[in-house]
């Protein structure tokens, strides 16, 4: 979004903010997947929550299609209002299977 410093991307992509809540999408199919993330996306929002880690897995057991939660996580979250940003996590906090999600206030 563009209310998203530089700054601001750079301490979320250097873990400097803290990880309120999470949510492991593992095992979850896509659709059951963006239900539980758009829930838990908006009951985040409503306590407030700024910073939070979704899981989505790298997609070892995917086949050759590839990653599909990663993927679809991704263009979730860019239509959704009340992501102002996200990105990979450090590899302490899963790496290329996770992503850091910085909330709107609301």
Known sequence: ???????????LQRGKYTVQEE???????????ELALRAFINDC??????????IHGKGIRSGPSGP????????WLRQWDA?????????SDGGTGAIYVLLRDH
Request: charged share 20%; aromatic share 2%.
């Open 68 to 75: 599909v939660l990663k993927a679809a996580v991704n263009h």
């Open 23 to 33: 949510i492991d999408l593992h095992g979850c199919t896509r659709p059951e997947a």
């Open 1 to 11: 979004r563009g209310s998203v410093t530089r700054k601001i991307m750079r301490e």
């Open 83 to 91: 992501v102002l940003a996200f990105c990979p996590a450090r590899p």
């Open 45 to 54: 929002v409503q306590h407030g929550l700024s910073c939070i880690r979704v």
